[in-house]
């Protein structure tokens, strides 16, 4: 199985301060149709996990610019450029390329 | 709007059976794949397993975990979709999320989720 790492575990922002999280996978999460299926999830206190990014750096339906996704092969990094109250929550990176699909352990960021 | 909602969790023994239900609502249901997740208390989150739509064939992929005990079931004309879980244990205990899933034949993108239904296993 693909194991998908995160660093740091937790995180504590300032309110309008950047903040970043790296993800890594044991393999490359590059497909032959030249799409990397790397997503960036949160799941915010008491809800269910809502989609950030897909394929490493599209930003899902709603989601505020704020947010940006990089990375390639094997190792990604979720940016956020001003965090808000509202991003408080744990960030889970996931690989879609490789049965069974496999989330990183999340980041847990929270507001100072 | 994409609304997905679970239903049928609770309390069960181990060793006995319980069905969940994910109707789904805002989309073509019969064009999509649907997957289901859980989150164990106070864990990260697993992957369970997801049918294909029946343009790719309608089949299965399940996690090792409950590979033979789980079943992933569909029904296009009431878009809903089943997570049939046989032989239940403690370590099932957990809440469950479907998910919309755009597949292809190797990969797939969840991109809506429902709000979970919490599964119990205990004496």
């Known amino acids: 199985d693909i194991v998908m790492t995160q660093t740091p575990l937790s995180l504590s922002v300032t309110p309008g301060q950047p903040a970043s999280i790296s993800c890594k996978s044991s393999?490359?999460?590059?497909?032959?149709?030249?799409?990397?299926?790397l997503y960036w999830y949160l799941q915010k206190p008491g809800q269910s996990p809502q989609l950030l990014i897909y394929e490493v750096s599209s930003r899902f339906s709603g989601v505020p610019d704020r947010f940006s996704g990089s990375g390639s092969g094997t190792d990604f990094t979720l940016k956020i450029s001003r965090v808000e109250a509202e991003d408080v929550g744990v960030y889970y990176c996931?690989?879609?390329?490789?049965?069974?699909?496999?989330f990183g352990p999340g980041t847990k960021v929270d507001i100072k | 709007e994409v609304q997905l909602v679970e239903s049928g969790g609770g309390l069960v023994q181990p060793g006995r059976s319980l069905r969940l239900s994910c109707t789904a609502s805002?989309?073509?249901?019969?064009?999509?794949?649907m997957s289901w997740f859980r989150q164990a208390p106070g864990k990260g989150l697993e992957w369970v397993g997801f049918i294909r739509s029946k343009a790719y064939g309608g089949t299965t992929e399940y996690a090792a975990s409950v590979k033979g005990r789980f079943t992933i079931s569909r029904d296009d004309s009431k878009s809903i979709a089943y997570l049939q879980m046989n032989s239940l244990k403690t370590e099932d205990t957990a809440v469950y999320y479907c998910t919309r899933a755009i597949t292809t034949v190797t990969t797939a993108r969840f991109d809506y989720w429902g709000q979970g239904t919490l599964v119990t296993v205990s004496s």
């Open positions: 805002g989309f073509t249901f019969g064009d999509y794949a």
């Open positions: 996931m690989q879609g390329i490789h049965l069974p699909f496999t």
């Open positions: 393999q490359s999460l590059l497909h032959s149709d030249g799409k990397t299926y």
